[in-house]
């Protein structure tokens, strides 16, 4: 079991960057491959970046390819993500995710919600015109 926790949100201007955090508890977090989700007012949590358990393998979803780049540091237990040029579209609650990867699995990556067991309580970013 992973508890999830997410920082680093927070008001910006459009063309700001915000670089969000998610801290894992446990010994195991190389373990689970990780994702970040998005949840804007009155929309559905949908998928913006994913990294494998091993880091070697990342995705995006189109609208922040090029933008947005997902890292994590194992010996740190986190994942983050680094968000430039924000534009007010990006506005939403972020959450992180993990789900457990086998070993065989290293490079797998997963983009969908029902995917993950994990979730964090989310961070929101806001981005003004």
């Known amino acids: 079991q992973v508890q999830l926790a997410e920082s680093g949100g927070g008001l910006v201007q459009t063309g700001g960057s915000l670089r969000l955090s998610c801290g894992a508890s446990g010994r195991t977090f190389s373990r689970y491959a990780m994702g970040w989700f998005r949840q804007a007012p009155g929309k559905e949590r949908d998928f913006v970046a994913a990294?494998?358990?091993?880091?070697?393998?990342?995705n995006y979803t189109d609208s922040v390819k090029g933008r947005f780049t997902i890292s994590r540091d194992n010996a740190k237990n986190t994942v983050y993500l680094q968000t430039n040029n924000l534009n007010p579209e990006d506005t939403a609650v972020y959450y992180c995710?993990?789900?457990?990867?086998?070993?065989?699995?290293?490079?797998?990556?997963?983009?969908?919600?029902?995917?993950?067991?994990?979730w964090g309580q989310g961070t929101q970013v806001t981005v003004s015109s």
């Open positions: 990294i494998s358990r091993n880091g070697g393998s990342t």
């Open positions: 995710a993990a789900r457990e990867s086998p070993p065989y699995g290293g490079s797998w990556l997963y983009t969908l919600v029902s995917d993950y067991r994990y």
